[in-house]
């Protein structure tokens, strides 16, 4: 018996491929909208349910079973509810609706809880084992029915039946004609790809007569003339996995950091606390005011550190970004306690507003700021400058050091990347971020007469 060609082949294979697949995913997918529409089901139930036992409160407490009834009777009116019966807190039945339930009901119960509120620290999480008070005082029970939904998935079942067998059909009968025009092509190809494995680089195929065909064999000779721009993709894509293997471990070195951070910071606050109360500061005062200002943001960071994993999500708000720069300027100034270094600013006397995260812009710009000190040699100068350009605020941000190498500048905001033998490298990283997340810009170049400038770009409305 002679052995089928290609053709019969591939029409054989693909009746048997498109047909165990149709039917495959489409029974999977079936299973899930099933699955799916259970869970909604059960969980309008469970709201049912739960509505019933806040609405019912009153009701066990003050034993007023006619009104109670009401409510059940009320439930009653919902498709699929069968029956309603409530109970008090010593599990006896209040009031039962309909009197009589015929057959086998899944039920749903629900208990009827009075609550005791406490009050909770604004500070701090509560501690361990702190928690609202809660009274049982009865439960409610609904008793359901299924059919609806099982005669929905029966009815999908049949569908999805006929409408594989009909796909399927139609999928053999277009691919029995294209097949035909398919063959000669493929052969061509074929025997190309077996000449140039055999050393032929010189050789190209012949574009078919189909638009189909045509494409692959010029996809086929672009495919050779392209073999080292094709290893710098390879080359991109190793290192972008390798990225994501360092975020990932990122995210989990971050979870033991806000660890071990979270009880020295309620220290440092309880202390303060103490010290306010001990030497009759406020939080008026302006250290205390930014001691307590840096807690807090520390303790945002904590959360923050997973940013490089996920994209940043802002929290826009009306901010005048002339005054947010001023206030960045004071908090640098006063950490230059060695007087190491000298910041000269020039902002705009008046207001600049946009939509923007006052908390995410203040640690972009002083992680810049922080990036330009430590590139200054002692007795260096940090220049900031802000202005209003047009739809935009540029703030640019020089210092006075040794600058930045020109093979570096494309990688300066690579989380992860850095220069020194202390630091992480994501300073510059985040600050690229979260800039980006405004829809600004952010770039930087070596100046003529020595150091970086930094350029900060905002829109503005």
Known sequence: MRNPGIHVRILAATFLVISATTFALGYIGANFAHQFAQQRFVAHISFLANYLALTAELGILIDDRAMLRRLAVNLMSEKDVVGVVMFDGQGRELIRVPEQVSG????????????????????????????????????????YSTAGIDQLWTTVITYFIWLAAGLT??????FYFISRSLVAPVKGLAQAARRVALGDFDLRAQPGALPETRELAVA??????????????????????????????????????????KNPLGIIKSSLDVLKRDCSLSSDNTMVFYIEDEIQRLNRLIGDFLMFARPVTPCFCRTDLNALLRDVITKAELRQTDG????????????????????????????????AGEANKTGGVVEVTAARSGAAWTVEIADSGEGIAPENLDRIFNPFFTTRAKG??????????AVKAHGGL????????????????????
């Open 104 to 143: 086998s009901f899944p039920v749903m119960e629900t208990p009827v809880l009075l609550t005791e509120k406490q009050d909770e620290s604004k500070a701090f999480t509560p501690a361990e084992g702190t928690r609202d008070k809660e009274t049982l005082i009865g439960k409610v029970r609904i008793v």
């Open 169 to 174: 059909g139609l999928a053999v009968l277009i």
């Open 220 to 261: 086929f000779n672009v495919m050779l003339d392209s073999l080292e721009e094709n290893r710098k993709s390879l080359d991109e894509a190793n290192e972008q996995v390798r990225r994501q293997k360092t975020l990932a471990e990122m995210g989990k070195f971050s979870l033991m950091i806000a660890h071990e951070l």
């Open 340 to 371: 190491s270094c000298e910041i000269r600013a020039r902002i705009p006397a008046g207001s600049c507003y946009a939509e923007a995260d006052p908390d995410l812009l203040i640690r972009a710009i002083d992680n810049i700021i922080k990036n």
């Open 424 to 433: 992480a490298g994501l300073g510059l990283a985040y600050a690229s971020q």
């Open 442 to 461: 952010i770039g930087v170049r070596n100046r003529a007469e020595g150091g970086a400038l930094f350029t900060i770009e905002i829109p503005v409305g």
